[in-house]
């Protein structure tokens, strides 16, 4: 057994406990980045993880009412088939290859960075459609439908986007419905999403078995601990430091030609929006 892996559950637990930033942000990179896991089995193993970690927040939202399931249902009529499909084009390709490893890498580190951004300025997304009325409610099903296909693709090829991607999208589309109300319904349509995206990668075998125990054995004590502590924590400079470091990694796997400077140039201007689009709130 890896205490290395433990403690990175534990770490991964923590964060999500404070944050609800979604597990897979941060678990995938780590296991590609300190753990050098290869591609494929990082993002596999972290779907089954995603999907254990989640259950339980399915039956708690679940008993609160705060899951509209018409939404799910919608949700998952895009994302299961097209997380269904991805998986049979995985399967089709040597997932070891050199190209399917800088393809993979390429949409995490895609899915990571609009991960921060999505994390940097919810609220204001969640302002502007509430008083700018950006989309016609007749259209809202058919984009919820088209969010799920998105999700599904995204989430199986590289496990990122069925947490903060998935409440910021959904802010936008039902600006009226509470945020627990909105959290609560992600929540559940991440547990099948991310359960049929693990079963697609065991039948690829692109699952580690071991990894997943040693990482479940320290995340779920850290998430419970990061609950309790959220409320006595700064928050909002968590999540602001977490989102930064998302954005540097992800250019860092989506385009790891450009020069860290650019990188650091990203982090500083994103700071600077976030900060200036907080004062004026």
């Known amino acids: 057994m890896d205490i290395f892996h433990i403690l990175a559950g534990l770490v991964v637990g923590l964060l999500v406990g404070l944050t609800g930033v979604g597990g897979g942000s941060l678990m995938t990179p ?88 999505s994390v940097i300025f919810r609220n204001q997304l969640a302002s502007l459609s509430k008083s700018g009325h950006w989309i016609n409610p007749k259209y809202v099903p058919a984009l919820t439908l088209i969010l799920g296909l998105v999700l599904g693709f995204l989430v199986t090829l590289t496990s990122v986007g069925a947490g903060a991607l998935g409440v910021t999208a959904l802010l936008i589309l039902y600006p009226k419905a509470p945020i627990k109300r909105i959290v ?69 796997l989506a385009f790891p030609q450009i020069n860290v400077a650019v990188g650091l140039a990203l982090l500083v201007a994103i700071i600077a929006l976030k900060q200036l689009n907080y004062k004026r709130s």
């Open 30 to 117: 780590i296991l590609l980045m300190f753990f050098h896991q290869p591609a494929a089995v990082a993002v596999g193993t972290d779907l089954l993880y995603a999907a254990i970690t989640k259950s339980a927040g399915i039956f708690a939202h679940g008993k609160l009412g705060n899951i509209d399931w018409r939404i799910v249902r919608l949700m998952a009529y895009g994302s299961v088939p097209a997380s269904i499909f991805t998986t049979l084009l995985l399967s089709n390709i040597d997932i070891s290859s050199e190209s399917a490893v800088k393809t993979i890498k390429f949409w995490l580190g895609i899915a990571l960075m609009l991960t921060a951004l």
């Open 184 to 252: 609560g319904t992600d929540v559940a349509h991440a547990v099948p999403l991310t359960l049929v995206a693990g079963l697609g990668h065991v039948s690829l075998g692109t699952v580690d078995y071991g990894l997943l125990g040693t990482l479940l054995i320290g995340s779920i004590p850290g998430i419970w601990i990061g609950s309790h502590l959220s409320a006595k924590v700064a928050e909002h400079w968590i999540r602001l430091l977490l989102a930064l470091i998302l954005v540097y990694v992800g250019q860092k």
